[in-house]
């Protein structure tokens, strides 16, 4: 997810843990993995590491940079080429509306060791 821009947090990786385990549970019986549960799915993973993300201007300043923009769109028009997307199937998302609430937050988020910035 974090290649793709949208980085997996710590809270939600647990809540999704926690819903796989409760719906594999046998009826009436439910499971907590436990608060250091993602910690310890990181140690597991020696690929995966954590970072602080950060959310809105300081991409959104990083995003109008003239080549990003310029490797956005090819990549876009790359991705609709090969998915058979035509540009009448392309509708237009008001960016804050994706992460609203978390403007000034810093959160915890799963991406590959090495990766130092979730920009481009």
């Known amino acids: 997810m974090a290649d793709e821009g949208f980085p997996l947090t710590f ?20 499971y907590d993995i436990g608060r250091h549960w993602v910690r310890r799915f990181l140690d597991r993973h020696p690929t995966l590491n954590q970072r602080y993300i950060a959310y809105q201007e300081r991409v959104r300043k990083s995003a109008a940079r003239k080549n990003i923009r310029q490797l956005f769109y090819r990549d876009l028009a790359n991705l609709a080429c090969r998915k058979g997307v035509t540009p009448d199937n ?7 509306g994706i992460t609203m609430g978390r403007g000034g937050q810093k959160e915890k988020a799963i991406v590959h060791v090495g990766k130092k910035t979730l920009c481009p």
Request: with cysteine; hydrophobic share 35%; proline share 7%.
């Open 11 to 30: 809270d939600f990786l647990h809540r999704i843990a926690q819903a796989i385990i409760n719906d594999r549970a046998p009826p009436n019986n439910e």
């Open 90 to 96: 392309i509708w237009n998302c008001d960016e804050k």
